[in-house]
């Protein structure tokens, strides 16, 4: 979806502005679990790289990441390939970031830090806190 929209804005006038507004209007009409987009524009060699990443849970139905890859045209090989290989990673972590590079047809998995393991003290605070 997002390399659909970033091409039709490519071939216009770019701005941020009118390719951000062309990913809400979408996000707003389709079920999508896309919360964010990011753009880093480059000059020169490489100005067209792009990624497209998934925050996968351990919990998660990976028929979710397996659209997500085969929307970005990823062949059914590595697709098998990278959920067999998410299914590892998840074994040890609970949420694992997928980011996928559409242009060269390659993905990359990333474990994010288990929070639930982290001894943090909670907060509390009161109304009359300070007062």
Known sequence: MVKAILQEELGKD?????FLEA?????DTTQ???AAVLLRVQKGQGA???VEELEVHRDDDLTIVSNF??????DEQEVSRCLQELEE???EHL?????FFPHSKTYQL???????KRHVLPLSFSATDGA
């Open 23 to 27: 990913v809400s209007a979408h996000a």
């Open 110 to 116: 990333s474990p994010i830090e288990d929070w639930t």
């Open 95 to 99: 949420v694992v970031l997928l980011s």
């Open 14 to 18: 770019f701005s941020a502005q009118k």
């Open 32 to 34: 999508d679990d896309m």
């Open 48 to 50: 067209d790289f792009y």
């Open 69 to 74: 890859l085969e929307a970005g045209e990823l």
């Open 89 to 91: 990673e998840q074994k």
